[in-house]
């Protein structure tokens, strides 16, 4: 059963928009969450988190919304560059008493000049 | 800066061989993680480790095993490969929660692209 979703295989955005990706879980005990990024042929990267007890989290460009009812986040860029395209993983921590981190499938962004 | 390397960025091995893949890191952290990533299926935990010659099993240990003699090297064996075990593997590692720089940050290697033939 998957407990971290990103419903969306791919999405593409002109630069200078606003890119938002989504993921949501099902898993009620997951209390932090991570976006990844990752390019072709290199390790994720870890770009941004939000702990459950907040709703927002804001780095430059990017800000991760968290709605604790929905059990959804999401991952504003903006303006998207080029070089934002990439795989995007949305991750969830917190449920298994261990330091582990369970994935959603991610999601393809590419972002045109 | 955190540095995970991996000891191959391509692999080609034969069904039945026996395959070590070797993932060192330079922080002295006790979290250490294997990953597969397949197309469409995200990143999945095969198997981690909280501390020296310690192992858990993650969602997918069937047909690996992981050894942990010292801290910073953490290892996958496919005992047996088999073609469906073609795939991106993932190292990475994290301090222990309330160190570093985020919790949870897991800091990944480059991954080694293993094709069993």
């Known amino acids: 059963d998957q407990q971290v979703k990103q419903n969306s295989p791919s999405l593409s955005v002109q630069e200078g928009r606003i890119s938002i990706l989504n993921c949501d879980y099902t898993n009620s005990m997951f209390d932090y969450f991570l976006w990844y990024k990752k390019y072709p042929a290199e390790g994720p990267t870890f770009l941004i988190s939000?702990?459950?007890?907040?709703d927002k989290n804001e780095d430059g460009r990017f800000t991760v919304f968290l709605n604790k009812s929905a059990k959804h986040l999401s991952l504003h860029i903006v303006p998207s560059q080029p070089g934002d395209s990439a795989v995007y993983f949305c991750?969830?921590?917190?449920?298994?008493?261990?330091?582990?981190?369970?994935f959603g499938k991610g999601t393809m962004l590419l972002v045109s000049p | 800066d955190v540095k995970v390397t991996q000891s191959s960025r391509y692999l080609v091995k034969r069904t039945g061989e026996k395959v070590f893949l070797e993932c060192v890191q330079d922080?002295?952290?006790?979290?250490m993680f294997w990953y597969r990533q397949d197309p469409g299926l995200g990143l999945r935990l095969i198997y981690f480790s909280y501390d020296v010659k310690m192992k858990e099993k993650g969602d997918i240990p069937e047909g690996y095993s992981v050894s942990r003699e010292k801290k910073e090297r953490f290892s996958l064996i496919l005992e047996s490969a088999s073609t469906n075990q073609t795939s991106m593997y993932l190292c990475?590692?994290?301090?222990?929660?309330?160190?570093?720089?985020?919790?949870?940050?897991?800091?990944f290697g480059p991954g080694t692209r293993l094709t069993v033939t």
């Open positions: 990475a590692s994290s301090p222990p929660l309330g160190k570093g720089s985020a919790a949870y940050e897991q800091y």
């Open positions: 991750a969830a921590s917190g449920s298994s008493g261990y330091s582990t981190l369970t």
């Open positions: 939000i702990s459950s007890i907040k």
């Open positions: 922080m002295d952290h006790e979290n």
